[in-house]
T-cell receptor, first 114, second 112 residues
Framework: AQKVTQAQTEISVVEKEDVTLDCVYE???????LFWYKQPPSGELVFLIR??????QNEISGRYSWNFQKSTSSFNFTITASQVVDSAVYFC???????????FGKGTKLSVIP | EAQVTQNPRYLITVTGKKLTVTCSQN?????MSWYRQDPGLGLRQIYY???????DKGDVPEGYKVSRKEKRNFPLILESPSPNQTSLYFC???????????FGPGTRLLVL
C-alpha cells in the first residue's frame, strides 16, 4: 500500500521568510512519481511539479525548489522569500507507475502574514 | 484553452434527490477520475475511467455512480445523496502514458 504523510498541518510565516513543507512517502514500488499541487483560497488545484523515482536531481523554479531524497523517502518543497500569494494548502501526492490511483497527503495549510 | 470543466460549481440539495455533476475535458485525454476532498482527509479517489466504457472503483465509491459514454465526458451521479456526501468534488484527467493529472475547478456540494 502507498502512503503520503504531510506532518505539518498548518504553518504560518511572515512575508519574506523561507519555508519548507515536508512530504514523506511510503511505497514498495521501484518506479513511481511524486507531485506537488497548490490549492489557493479560491479552491482550484494547481499542478506545481512532477518527479519520477529515477530522477533525484533537485529542481528550482523561481522562488520554489524541491528536494527529492529516496534514502529518506522524502520530497520536500521550499518557498524562498515567501509572499502573501503563496498562502494556500499544498498537497503532496504519489503515483505508482502504471497505476490509476493518485495517493494524496492530507495537505499543509500555509499562511503568509504580511 | 486546454481545460477540465465541472458543472455546477456550487450545489445545495436535499437528502435523496438525485443529482449529476458533469465533467468535461477538451484535451482528448483517455483517463478521467473523480475525487472528493474533506477537511483533514485530503483528496480521496471515488471512481476512475481508463477510457470510454471502462470504469473502476477508487477508495470511496459507495453512494456514487459514473459512466463514460464519450471520451470527453465523465459525469458523477449521486442517486440518493446523503449529508455525508457533502464535500468538495474534483474531476481530473490525463493522457495515457503521461502521469500528470489536471484538475477541474471543483464542485462544492451541500446535502441537507
Amino acid at each position: 500500500a502507498q502512503k503520503v504523510t504531510q506532518a505539518q498541518t498548518e504553518i504560518s510565516v511572515v512575508e519574506k521568510e523561507d519555508v519548507t513543507l515536508d512530504c514523506v512517502y511510503e511505497t514498495r514500488d521501484t518506479t513511481y512519481y511524486l507531485f506537488w499541487y497548490k490549492q489557493p483560497p479560491s479552491g482550484e488545484l494547481v499542478f506545481l511539479i512532477r518527479r519520477n523515482s529515477f530522477d533525484e536531481q533537485n529542481e528550482i523554479s523561481g522562488r520554489y525548489s524541491w528536494n527529492f531524497q529516496k534514502s529518506t523517502s522524502s520530497f520536500n518543497f521550499t518557498i524562498t522569500a515567501s509572499q502573501v500569494v503563496d498562502s494556500a494548502v499544498y498537497f503532496c501526492a504519489l503515483l505508482k507507475a502504471g497505476s490509476y490511483q493518485l495517493t494524496f497527503g492530507k495537505g499543509t495549510k500555509l499562511s503568509v502574514i504580511p | 484553452e486546454a481545460q477540465v470543466t465541472q458543472n455546477p460549481r456550487y450545489l445545495i440539495t436535499v437528502t435523496g434527490k438525485k443529482l449529476t455533476v458533469t465533467c468535461s475535458q477538451n484535451m482528448n485525454h483517455e483517463y478521467m477520475s473523480w475525487y472528493r476532498q474533506d477537511p483533514g482527509l485530503g483528496l480521496r479517489q471515488i471512481y476512475y475511467s481508463m477510457n470510454v466504457e471502462v470504469t473502476d472503483k477508487g477508495d470511496v465509491p459507495e453512494g456514487y455512480k459514473v459512466s463514460r459514454k464519450e471520451k470527453r465526458n465523465f459525469p458523477l451521479i449521486l442517486e440518493s445523496p446523503s449529508p455525508n456526501q457533502t464535500s468538495l468534488y474534483f474531476c481530473a484527467s490525463r493522457r495515457t502514458g503521461q502521469e500528470t493529472q489536471y484538475f477541474g475547478p471543483g464542485t462544492r456540494l451541500l446535502v441537507l
